[in-house]
């Protein structure tokens, strides 16, 4: 079975710090690109991080560039997501998400079940 | 970057009846390589992931019921649902991923009048 699993979301201060994870299962996880999308309580969803399949190309959205970094490991079947001076308006529903669909990139048809982040003093 | 915006935010429909949820691009999301629009419907109930419905503006994703479908062509697109089922009750979301800044609308939130 195709899967994703997000972990390491928690209760972190403004300014601090977090690492997100992605596990995968079930597929050849080197040959996909990998994205993270998040949903802020109640809001709708944001696109913020891309990353090829062998981490050649690498995109961020204006509201997180300069502050998280995403990666992989392949080796690993994994996705990352370091967050860096994070600010109260990070706190989301973290998810990571990527096309299975053959000849499709960036419709996402596999999405894991989400890791939450709340940023507050 | 492509801004997408949807119309309307909410919209109330009766069981039975026609659902029809408008999409449109800031900029074209027609490629000229593939004649194909990069544009992707999602259905996300309350405590779930979205769901892919619909990519290339009008592809059922398998599994998707038929009651579901997309059209539009550039930049104005819908997504309508022919006849609302309880369990369409949902917020819908259209993606563009023509640029690998992928985006996505506002969300539509679809009630039973």
């Known amino acids: 079975e195709v899967q994703v699993v997000e972990s390491g979301g928690g209760l972190v201060q403004p300014g601090g710090s977090l690492r997100l994870s992605c596990a995968a299962s079930g597929f050849t996880f080197s040959d996909y690109h990998m994205s993270w999308v998040r949903q802020a309580p109640g809001k709708g969803l944001e696109w913020f991080s891309y990353i090829s399949s062998s981490s050649t190309y690498i995109y961020y959205a204006d509201s997180v560039t300069g502050r998280f970094t995403i990666s992989r490991d392949n080796a690993k079947n994994s996705l990352y997501l370091q967050m860096d001076s994070l600010r109260v308006e990070d706190t989301a529903m973290y998810y990571c998400a990527t096309t299975m669909i053959r000849g499709v990139i960036g419709a996402f048809d596999v999405w894991g079940q989400g890791t939450m982040v709340t940023v507050s003093s | 970057d492509i801004v997408m915006t949807q119309s309307p935010d909410s919209l109330a429909v009766s069981l039975g009846e026609r659902a029809t949820i408008n999409c449109k691009s800031s900029q074209s999301v027609l490629h000229s390589s593939n004649n194909k629009n990069f544009l992707a419907w999602y259905q996300q109930k309350p405590g779930q992931p979205p769901k892919l419905l619909i990519y290339?503006?009008?592809i059922r994703e398998s599994g998707v019921p038929d009651r579901f479908s997309g059209s539009g062509s550039g930049t104005d697109f819908t997504l309508t649902i022919s006849s609302l089922q309880a369990e369409d009750v949902a917020v819908y979301y259209c993606?563009?991923?023509?640029?690998?800044?992928?985006?996505f609308g506002q969300g539509t939130k679809l009630e039973i009048k």
């Open positions: 993606q563009q991923y023509y640029e690998t800044r992928y985006s």
């Open positions: 290339w503006a009008s």
